[in-house]
C-alpha cells in the first residue's frame, strides 16, 4: 500500500521531506520534482506552486516522484509521469472532477489518453499536448494493472528494477520483468 511507499523516500538527512512553494511563471508546471543526485537511488526535493496549493493531486504527483527517485530513479519519463499520475488519483481515491489552478473543475476522465496510444511512445508524435506527449495520461494502465495483479503492482515494478540494478533497461524492460513475475506477459 501507500505507507509501504512513503517508506521508501529517501532522508538527505533532515528527517523531512523537502517541499518549497513559489512562484512557478515561466516553468509551465505547477510542480517539479528533483532528485538530489545523479544516482539509481536518491533523496530529492519538490517545488509547488503557489498557484496549486490547494491542488492535492499535484503534491501527490511530486511527492511519488519523490519516492521513485528513492526506489529506481533511471527510467523514461513516460514510466515516472504515469505511475506518479496513478499514485495522485489513486491518494485521491479518483475523484470524479479535480481543479485546475484557476479554480475550475474538470472531469477526471479528461485525463486518459487515447486508448491506441503506446503505453511506452515517446516524442512529439505521442500526443496533443505535453500531458500526453509526456506519458501522464497513461496512468490508467497501473490502475488496470493495480486492479488485475493487486495493491502493490507499482511498488513491485520500481522494486523489480532496483533488483534488477541495471540502468541500460527501457521502462517496457522493467513493465515485461513485473509482469512476468506475476506469472504473465506484456501481450
Known amino acids: ?13 533532515d528527517g523531512r521531506i523537502d517541499v518549497y512553494v513559489q512562484p512557478m511563471a515561466g516553468t509551465g508546471a505547477l510542480g517539479l520534482a ?11 526535493h519538490m517545488w509547488i506552486s503557489s498557484d496549486a496549493t490547494e491542488m ?3 503534491a501527490a504527483h511530486e511527492l511519488f516522484h519523490l519516492i521513485q527517485f528513492g526506489m529506481w530513479a533511471p527510467t523514461e519519463p513516460w514510466l515516472l509521469e504515469a505511475t506518479a499520475e496513478w499514485a495522485a488519483f489513486r491518494f485521491l481515491d479518483f ?19 487515447f486508448p491506441d496510444l503506446s503505453l511506452s511512445c515517446a516524442g512529439q508524435a505521442c500526443g496533443l499536448d505535453d500531458y500526453e506527449r509526456g506519458g501522464y495520461s497513461r496512468w490508467h494502465f497501473f490502475q488496470w494493472a493495480t486492479e488485475r495483479y493487486g495493491s502493490s503492482f507499482v ?5 523489480q528494477a532496483a ?3 541495471d540502468t541500460g533497461l527501457q521502462g517496457v524492460d522493467l513493465l515485461i520483468a513485473t509482469l512476468t513475475s506475476q506469472g504473465s506477459t506484456l501481450s
Open 155 to 159: 511498488k513491485d515494478l520500481f522494486d
Open 56 to 58: 492535492p493531486d499535484t
Open 163 to 165: 533488483a534488477l540494478n
Open 95 to 113: 475523484p470524479s472532477l479535480l481543479l485546475d489552478s484557476g479554480g475550475e473543475e474538470y472531469p477526471l476522465s479528461a485525463t486518459l489518453g
Open 1 to 13: 500500500g501507500g505507507d509501504d511507499l512513503v517508506a521508501h523516500h529517501r532522508d538527505d538527512g
Open 34 to 44: 528533483f532528485a538530489d543526485a545523479a544516482t539509481t537511488q536518491s533523496s530529492g
